[in-house]
């Protein structure tokens, strides 16, 4: 009898570790979108389903608002497995996969409807070569334009190595390329931009017109430079060897719910840019749009800094010449539309 009732118990121990170690997973989440925003909304009702899908068996634990340090210090507690992944901007994975900065050529760009058609083609490239570095990702959520936005006005390139000019602390990529502008930029962690601002610290940075209203930077500035930088976009990173711990047909729910629900977040970013440029109008904040010899000086030095990216082996040549085909092809598709 008593032997009975320990091999019980030894069962139902057995059942309760088995459960708990292989087949429940809980995964740690950090980013700074704020408790609230459209981003945490989405993320949370697809988590909510993954756990509903799966029994429990997947579930996420968000840290949003920055509670657990900018993107350079998530990266760092993914490494050591306080966290398992991050909702972070591409560039701060650029030390993993270099070219995913492919998309940040400066004045590579035009319009959204060119990233729109090259993204069909290269998003792809980027979240293979993020995987192969060790991320899982679900798509890639766009961001928009990064546009200069200051306290003094900057219409030419000269304008601009006069401004004492913001770039985050973990963006080597970005740090090298803003160099081929002449400049010598202040790197500080995204948490410190608005202060610094106030300070007088640095009078100019590069972001979205959607990061600027949601980060409160756009009270601190007076111009934006009406050309579009560089593109930017984000992903919802997760530790490779922590999502194979998932059963493999959870990890099928997992990837078909989080990519759904992070295909929406990259949708509402398009519409929330496009109201935001229109928001920071309505403030007083005035748009200066280089023309003639400016505007030349412009492409011509970012002409440069896309060049010496492929020189320092940062962005392979034959992927950059990829997306200029796509470019060229989305230019030819687009005369004939308007021939006919």
Known sequence: MISQILKQLVLILFIILTTDTVYAVKLKIATLSPEGSMWMEKMRKGAKQVAEETDNRVIFKFYPGGVMGNDKTVLRKIRIGQLHGGAVVGGSLSHFFPANQIYAQPLKF????????????????????????????????????????????????????????????????SRDSIKAFGLTPIPLPIADVRTSLQSGLINTVATSPVGAIVLQWHTQIKYVTDIPLIYLYAVLAINKKKFLKIAEQDRKIVTHVMTKALKKIDIQNREDDIKAIQALKNRGITFITPTGDALNEWRRVAGNASKKMIESGILPRDVVDQLDVHLKNFHSNTDLTNDQ
């Open 110 to 173: 035009k319009t959204l409807e060119e990233v729109g058609y090259v993204r069909k083609h290269m998003d792809q490239y980027i979240i293979d070569g993020l995987d192969k570095a060790g991320f899982v990702t679900f798509g890639l959520m766009g961001g928009g334009f990064a546009y200069i936005m200051s306290q003094k006005p900057v219409e030419t390139v000269q304008d601009l190595i006069n401004q004492k000019v913001w770039i985050p602390d973990n963006d080597k990529i």
